[in-house]
Nanobody
Framework: VQLQASGGGLVQAGGSLRLSCAAS????????VGWFRQAPGKEREFVAA????????NLAESVKGRFTISRDNAKNTAYLQMNSLKSEDTAVYYC?????????????????WGQGTQVTVSS
């Protein structure tokens, strides 16, 4: 499956952005989708994950109450709604797909990655 992340940009602290992850090539509903981010000089870290049907989600503690992950399997697209953005949310955001949800929080769990979209939050 090929993934294309989009929707990043420059936003002021307290603002919102919605990232999209468009999939093609294989049946999107077969895959768990995760969002990760990587700030300069830091490791890539888990942000959110959603199961195949969308019935179950997981969020990193740092984004709980601010970010929401969702998906529309009919549109082969997953989303990351980001509200109340903070300067520490600045990073390149990546979406990824996996056939297993066992280690949804780990980059090693994911077989396919999008190219990343830059999110910059100004304070």
């Amino acid at each position: 499956v090929q993934l294309q992340a989009s929707g990043g940009g420059l936003v002021q602290a307290g603002g919102s952005l919605r990232l999209s992850c468009a999939a093609s090539g294989r049946t999107f509903s077969l895959y768990v989708v995760g969002w990760f981010r990587q700030a300069p000089g830091k490791e890539r870290e888990f942000v959110a994950a959603i199961r195949r049907s969308g019935s179950s989600t997981n969020l990193a503690e740092s984004v709980k109450g601010r970010f929401t992950i969702s998906r529309d399997n009919a549109k082969n697209t997953a989303y990351l709604q980001m509200n109340s953005l903070k300067s520490e949310d600045t990073a390149v955001y990546y979406c990824a797909a996996a056939t297993s949800s066992e280690s949804y929080y780990s980059t090693n769990n994911y077989d396919y990655w999008g190219q990343g979209t830059q999110v910059t939050v100004s304070s």
